[in-house]
């Protein structure tokens, strides 16, 4: 993408971070969202080109003590590829309008040969990477890349649960009674979520229900309703729903959750690869112009490996 702003900045700034110096501004870039900054998924690094995320199911593993080596049970070997995306930000800033505040402020005249604040570079690019960490966390859970919505840099966690056939249709939710934004219906929206939930994945130290920061917020509120401890709308409401430690994913559509374990869900990227670039260029003295140039290269994709131990949950009710 390659948009222009009339931004702030200053002249001759000509800094390239690349490679495995890139690191930091990447990290921040791709990490920095709450769900990948908090640990809230699986994150695969180094990832090239694909990832396989193995999966094993067995049955039958028990028999009868014998003398003898018998064979017995099944084991299934399955896998899921996690294939990060190839991206980038191209933008393109003014430096004119900046000028007459920071250059001012930082250098105290208007000399060309005016010294450059000495650490906007940084600024600049954790700037821009704190814009890329917010779209990062919207594309963790909405993104479609093949999609007309707003989010198309890779696929994300919702997208893929909604695969034909991937998460049984049990636990695969639409409802259009209920909406859990309401706090009349959001209970008995988690409610939906639970009863759905495999019996083999209740009370698994994994577990998790993750939710758009509207349900959270109406769940609190309905808690505070309900006289939770006898606090009413005083003191603090856990994020934890019948025994299932819900966590709020920033990036969640506002009437979806998902419930599953935290080990099955991953975000995978490249951070030590040379691909991965951060840069800011000045255009002075490369084509004239009062612009510069902020780019940035990296890589990002997620992937669900096991559809049987997750619930999807969406509301169309207004």
């Known amino acids: ?76 070997l399955n896998e899921r590829v996690i294939v990060p995306e190839n991206l980038m930000v191209n933008l393109e800033l003014c430096k004119q309008p900046f000028r007459q505040d920071w250059e001012a402020l930082q250098t105290g005249s208007y000399r060309v040969d005016a010294q450059i604040p000495p650490n906007f570079e940084s600024w600049l690019l954790l700037h821009v990477a704190g814009k890329i960490a917010e779209n990062t966390e919207l594309n963790i859970w909405q993104g479609d890349k093949t999609g007309s919505g707003t989010y198309q840099s890779f696929d994300g966690l919702y997208t893929i649960s909604q695969g034909a056939g991937f998460v049984p249709a049990a636990q695969n939710i639409a409802d259009a009674t209920d909406n859990p934004l309401d706090v009349a219906d959001v209970i008995k ?112 994709g997620t992937q669900i490996a096991i559809g049987d131990d997750v619930v999807a949950y969406k509301s169309t009710a207004s």
Do not use: W
Request: with cysteine.
């Open 189 to 300: 929206c988690l409610e939906k979520v639970k009863a759905a939930l495999p019996a083999q994945l209740l009370f698994h130290p994994d577990l998790r229900l993750y939710v758009s920061p509207g349900i959270a917020s109406a769940y609190i509120h309905a808690l505070g309703a309900n006289n939770y401890q006898y606090q009413a709308f005083v003191g603090v409401k856990p994020l934890n729903y019948d025994g299932i430690q819900m966590e709020i994913a920033n990036g969640m559509e506002a009437k979806s959750m998902m419930c599953t374990l935290k080990t099955n869900l991953f975000f995978g990227t490249n951070l030590v690869d040379d691909m991965n670039e951060a840069k800011v260029l000045d255009m002075a003295n490369l084509d004239g112009s009062d612009n510069v140039r902020v780019i940035y290269r990296f890589t990002g």
């Open 1 to 76: 993408m390659r948009k222009k702003y009339n931004f702030a900045t200053v002249p001759a700034i000509t800094t390239s971070y690349t490679g495995e110096l890139a690191q930091a501004y990447i990290s921040a870039a791709l990490l920095s969202g709450k769900t990948l900054s908090e640990g809230l998924i699986e994150i695969k690094e180094n990832v090239k080109y694909k990832g396989v995320l193995k999966t094993v199911a067995t049955a039958d593993l028990i028999q009868k003590a014998e003398c003898d080596f018998k064979k017995g049970g099944e084991v299934n």
